[in-house]
Nanobody, 112 residues
Framework: QVHLVESGGGLVQPGGSLRLSCVAS????????MSWYRQPPGKERELVAT????????KYGNSVKVRFTISRDNAKNTLYLQMNSLKPEDTAVYYC?????WGQGTQVTVSS
């Protein structure tokens, strides 16, 4: 059974940083593209970033380019999202996943 568990969210001031993690189990993690999506309050889910199996090709949503970095550790079955220079508009529930399914999400709130 596929399990994806996100962590690392919380409350942070504008300009701050957070690192999200997503631990995967129940499937061969290294065989899959993985993505981070987010859903701001009252809005639709949107792509944050996508990484290939080997981490070579990466796609970022236009609103997070430069500020966010997606990475993965296939040995640890873990996906990461380093978020820097956070803005209030980055407030959302962040989800990891892909074709295998999605986690429950972790809340990120950017506020002073």
């Amino acid at each position: 059974q596929v399990h994806l568990v996100e962590s690392g969210g919380g409350l942070v001031q504008p300009g701050g940083s957070l690192r999200l993690s997503c631990v995967a189990s129940g499937f061969t993690f290294s065989n899959y593209y993985m993505s981070w999506y987010r859903q701001p309050p009252g809005k639709e889910r949107e792509l944050v970033a996508t990484i290939t199996q080997s981490g070579i090709i990466i796609k970022y949503g236009n609103s997070v380019k430069v500020r966010f970095t997606i990475s993965r550790d296939n040995a640890k079955n873990t996906l990461y999202l380093q978020m820097n220079s956070l803005k209030p508009e980055d407030t959302a529930v962040y989800y990891c996943g892909g074709s295998m399914g999605w986690g429950q999400g972790t809340q990120v709130t950017v506020s002073s």
